[in-house]
């Protein structure tokens, strides 16, 4: 494993399952100011999913910019009904597909997004994954 080495006023803390990230990831947003950016492969309509839309929902509410773009392999089209609310909150909600239908086929062949949550212009780095030696 490689060695982290933090910069002063820097730390790191790590989290263990999907609970503690999910309420991570909500903290995070509603802590926010200015600008929210979620990039994921995966976005499940679920509990979880939940709780992060509304919680991009209240960002978005506050006057906060809220960005969202999620994989259109990995991420199946969202409710209607969320969506509206969303929409009607000011999130902008993005489904990167440049293939359309065809992504299924030349998936292969596309650039991966890489999950994200964008804190204070940089990413917070809560959803990058890291590689293991």
């Known amino acids: 494993?490689?060695?982290v080495?933090?910069?002063p006023r820097h730390r790191?803390?790590?989290?263990q399952g999907a609970d503690e990230l999910f309420a991570a990831v909500v903290h995070a947003i509603d802590?926010?100011?200015t600008e929210v950016r979620l990039?994921?492969?995966i976005y499940a309509f679920d509990r979880q999913g939940e709780a992060l839309a509304l919680a991009l929902e209240?960002?978005?509410l506050r006057g906060v910019a809220v960005y969202?773009?999620?994989d259109g392999i990995g991420t199946p089209a969202p409710p209607m009904q969320w969506l509206s609310r969303l929409s009607a909150a000011g999130v902008q909600w993005h489904r990167f597909s440049p293939l359309g239908y065809f992504d299924v086929?030349?998936?292969g062949a596309l650039a991966p997004l890489a999950p994200q949550i964008v804190c204070r212009g940089r990413p917070c780095g809560l959803l990058r994954r890291h590689q293991c030696h």
């Open 1 to 3: 494993m490689n060695a």
């Open 5 to 7: 080495h933090l910069r």
């Open 12 to 15: 790191l803390h790590l989290l």
């Open 31 to 33: 802590r926010s100011h």
């Open 39 to 41: 990039e994921t492969y």
């Open 58 to 60: 209240r960002a978005a």
């Open 68 to 70: 969202v773009v999620v």
């Open 105 to 107: 086929f030349f998936s």
